[in-house]
């Protein structure tokens, strides 16, 4: 059984990844800020863990962790609260987690991250290039480090039922990946501890998610 610690548990992606852990008889303890988010992470077989990741410091978080085979940073803005909030939390609390996890000495850390396209060729808002900016500086903060990591950068993320089948690769065209996928994906890469140090793009497509994988190991 793997422990995972889920940064942005009670998010769309990270509430998927939670289920499934725990359908594969994993430990999912998914950190969460709002209380009344605590009922549901706990339904979908999560351990809840309440804390708010701007407002913890470094050592409190990597105490939460403590005990974990894995982080999986999930956490995001969405857009909400402008710049200012992207910056803390894409910016900043990423960066606040990989020092957590190496105090805590949780060595392997998963970033969903977002894929290079994103946006492009159509006109984009400032907040956009922002949040564009950040997590690309939050992708080189991870890739300096020595965690044992891997990247994740998902195309355009939809809520339609997924399908288990994935395009994964160094470099793929831009599309759409349903967010149950992403949190397979996710999954898998928790059970293949043989991929590491590696940013893989994700969209949706034809390969089986495990076996799309089987290339990065």
């Known amino acids: 059984m793997t422990q995972a610690f889920i940064i942005g548990g009670a998010g769309k992606i990270g509430r998927r990844l939670a289920q499934q852990l725990h359908a594969r008889g994993h430990r999912a303890l998914s950190l969460y800020r709002a209380p009344e988010q605590a009922a549901e992470l706990h339904q979908l077989g999560a351990t809840p863990v309440q804390g708010n990741l701007l407002e913890l410091d470094e050592a409190a978080l990597a105490e939460l962790m403590t005990g974990s085979d894995v982080v999986v ?9 402008g710049p200012e909030m992207t910056n803390a939390i894409d910016g900043r609390g990423l960066e606040l987690a990989v020092a957590a996890a190496r105090r805590a000495n949780v060595r392997r850390f998963l970033l969903v991250s977002a894929f290079p396209e994103a946006g492009r060729g159509r006109q984009v808002s400032d907040t956009f ?26 195309g355009t993320l939809v809520d ?9 690769g160094l470099a793929i065209p831009y599309g759409n990946v349903p967010r149950d996928d992403v949190a397979a994906t996710l999954l898998a890469l928790i059970e293949k501890p043989a ?4 940013i893989i793009e994700l969209t949706e497509g034809n390969t089986p998610v495990r076996e799309a994988l089987e290339p990065f190991a």
């Open 195 to 198: 991929v590491s140090r590696v």
């Open 73 to 81: 940073f999930t956490a995001g803005a969405g857009g909400k609260g």
């Open 129 to 154: 290039e922002n949040y564009m900016a950040v997590k690309k500086q939050a992708d080189v903060h991870l890739a300096q480090s020595d965690l044992d990591w891997v990247i994740l950068r998902p």
């Open 160 to 168: 339609v039922e997924g399908t288990g089948r994935v395009h994964a």
